[in-house]
């Protein structure tokens, strides 16, 4: 296969940045043999449509670099996200063997599953766009034979090109996607569980949200550090981990009967653009 048809069919793909292995772990059992398992409540419409992991949370061409772009000098998404998308339901299932009791011993692994979820987010894809864009550059034009200097098309710098600007934003991307556990080694971090189907955990198209005295600023350090901030991330409908500045006081619980349905409530609110569930709430 030549490096153009190569090229061509790594483009224009079904891009979930949601993992459908990660999706499948928001089906209740009560609704496993359904075409279309999961309850999907659409921000824009406050409608209630019920969906297969196929149909939601995906763009086509969403990793793409820019066309023309030759694949073999750059890194693909596959080669980050694959062993992460594949790992994470196996180590979901022996978590749920035992009640999420030995979610310690696989710490690590799900903290660096987070950030590569957080970094692969529309809003993340969004947020490195925009700062790729305040970038300011020139084209170089020749290079001396001594490599010493260098000519320039123009002194004064310019907007990067758009291609430019697709592909520095890709590349950031899945350079955050593999900074592994990063900013979360800081913070303490719980688990609750439930065993209810009435009152699952849910989770949102960003999947990682943030609450705390300021839920709208993007996330930064100083808001991380915000002793009322508390980041938290569902791994399916009867499992959620939290992280905070501040220490929990146990690690591993049972979720209190109103904590799942309290957190459904901020999800609504807080989601840009749908809510996952197994249930219509």
Known sequence: MSQRQKAKK????????LPQGYLRGFIAPSRALEDKPLWSFQRHTQKWESLSTSEIAFGKGFYDHASGTDY??????????????????????????NQFATWQEHKNFLLEFMQMMR????????????????????????VSPDVRSV????????????????????????QDAQSGVSWMGGMDW?????????????????ALIVIGTAPDQPMSMEVL????????FPLCWRACIFGSP????????RAHPTQPASLRADQ??????????????
């Open 246 to 253: 501040l220490k929990f006081d146990k690690p591993y619980d």
């Open 72 to 97: 073999s000098v750059v890194t693909h998404p596959d080669s980050v996200f694959a062993r992460l998308e594949r790992e994470f339901p196996q180590r979901r299932e022996q978590m749920a063997a």
């Open 151 to 174: 000519q320039v098309d123009s002194l004064e710098p310019r907007p990067l090109p758009e291609h430019t600007v697709r592909n520095w934003t890709i590349s950031r991307v899945l």
């Open 190 to 206: 719980c688990l609750r569980y439930t065993d209810d189907e009435a009152q699952p955990f849910c989770t949102t198209d960003q």
């Open 225 to 232: 550090a915000h002793p009322d901030t508390v980041v938290i």
């Open 268 to 281: 609504k609110r807080l989601a840009h653009r749908f809510v996952i569930s197994p249930v219509v709430f």
């Open 119 to 142: 970094s692969r987010s529309p809003l993340a894809v969004q947020q490195q766009e925009a700062e790729v864009r305040k970038l300011r550059g020139s084209r170089i034009t020749s």
């Open 10 to 17: 790594q483009r224009g793909r079904k891009d979930h940045w």
